[in-house]
């Protein structure tokens, strides 16, 4: 097997033409995030979680997650934070609001993508994000101490 040498600039075109090639752009992206989270806060278990902690804050936490969803999408490097932190500090949290979670982003995507390629490509991340999230979250705490 052959391996090629890609620099980080020829990876980031690569990943921003297969994102166009899907229709994903920032209108997209945009639509996507101001869609989802709409859904977020009218549910029974999420959108309590959400409004807990975000409060009358919602339009900086839509414009950071269009920014964190840009960075995945099309690798703008328009998100800079560590998401992680934060989330490691909600309480009440378990599980199963991943999966709510999930649900929600691949209904919505469902609903506002006319390519089913582009729902899997999102919901490839989506999912990698929340594993490493529930991992971090619940199985390390759970890990023995050295």
């Known amino acids: 097997m052959t391996y090629r040498v890609r620099s980080a600039e020829d990876r980031r075109r690569e990943i921003q033409e297969n994102a166009a090639r899907l229709g994903i752009n920032e209108a997209f992206v945009s639509n996507l995030v101001d869609s989802f989270y709409a859904r977020v806060r009218a ?3 999420l959108g309590p979680i959400f409004d807990t902690e ?15 969803w840009s960075s995945v999408a099309m690798n703008t490097g328009r998100y800079s934070g560590k998401p992680f932190p934060v989330h490691m500090k909600l309480t009440g949290v378990t599980p199963a609001h991943f999966n709510i ?10 609903d506002i993508s006319e390519n089913p390629e582009t ?17 971090g979250m619940f199985e390390l705490q759970n890990l023995p101490a050295r």
């Open 43 to 45: 549910h029974p278990m």
């Open 54 to 68: 975000i409060k009358d804050k919602w339009e900086p936490h839509l414009a950071k997650m269009k920014d964190f």
């Open 101 to 110: 979670w999930l649900a929600l982003f691949r209904l919505t995507l469902e």
């Open 119 to 135: 729902v899997d490509y999102f919901m490839e991340r989506a999912d990698r994000i929340a594993q490493n999230f529930q991992f």
